[in-house]
T-cell receptor, first 113, second 111 residues
Framework: EAGVAQSPRYKIIEKRQSVAFWCNPI?????LYWYQQILGQGPKLLIQFQNNGVVDDSQLPKDRFSAERLKGVDSTLKIQPAKLEDSAVYLC???????????FGDGTRLSIL | SQQGEEDPQALSIQEGENATMNCSYK?????LQWYRQNSGRGLVHLIL?????REKHSGRLRVTLDTSKKSSSLLITASRAADTASYFCATETGGSYIPTFGRGTSLIVHP
């Protein structure tokens, strides 16, 4: 089966610019996650979708971050405007359902200048 | 705040030795999962253990869960250089199964 696809792989922008990341989960997976992973730390959950509904977005900085899951399949995560502290790897993961193993993409490495 | 915390933060061993990593957590969980992350890659799922299970095996991996102590351990037997990676535990809690990852253990296996 095809894995979780993410794009772009790398992105460099200046602070205050906007950026968007795209994720295509494994076909049939109901649950989709976006994580932020800062160098040397574990992934921090930003938002969790169940089909196209939001389960949890308590750690999403909603003044600058937004996410949507189109028709319960693909998802995009946007940052506008970006801050220096947003430099991190943004990981997308999907699972068949909650309480199931997560499958991760290789992430987008974001650098803010 | 971190729900799961791995210990040690770093571990360096020789090929063929066993590696043990521990994970402690604070609140009741639905399940606990272990993941591996190679440098520059996404996380790979290793084992999921549910709150009513005490031990699970997968190949050279053995995971135990002690809910009374709120801790889990991951044992890698007969380690190989290819096992060099960061290992994370993740706990899922509540009715919504919200996952929380620890900071990870960095394992280096010397050939």
């Amino acid at each position: 089966e095809a894995g979780v696809a993410q794009s772009p792989r790398y992105k460099i922008i200046e602070k205050r610019q906007s950026v968007a990341f795209w994720c295509n989960p494994i076909s049939g997976h109901a649950t989709l996650y976006w994580y932020q992973q800062i160098l040397g730390q574990g992934p921090k959950l930003l938002i969790q979708f169940q089909n196209n509904g939001v389960v949890d977005d308590s750690q999403l900085p909603k003044d600058r971050f937004s996410a949507e899951r189109l028709k319960g399949v693909d998802s995009t995560l946007k940052i506008q405007p970006a801050k220096l502290e947003d430099s991190a790897v943004y990981l997308c993961a999907s699972s068949l359902n909650r309480n199931q193993p997560q499958h991760f993409g290789d992430g987008t490495r974001l650098s803010i200048l | 705040s971190q729900q799961g915390e791995e210990d040690p933060q770093a571990l360096s061993i020789q090929e063929g030795e066993n590696a043990t990593m521990n994970c402690s957590y604070k609140t009741s969980i639905n399940n606990l999962q272990w993941y591996r992350q190679n440098s520059g890659r996404g996380l790979v799922h290793l084992i999921l253990i549910r709150s009513n299970e005490r031990e699970k095996h997968s190949g050279r991996l053995r995971v135990t869960l002690d809910t009374s102590k709120k801790s889990s351990s991951l044992l890698i037997t007969a380690s190989r250089a290819a096992d060099t990676a960061s290992y994370f535990c993740a706990t899922e809690t509540g009715g919504s199964y919200i996952p929380t990852f620890g900071r990870g253990t960095s394992l280096i296996v010397h050939p």
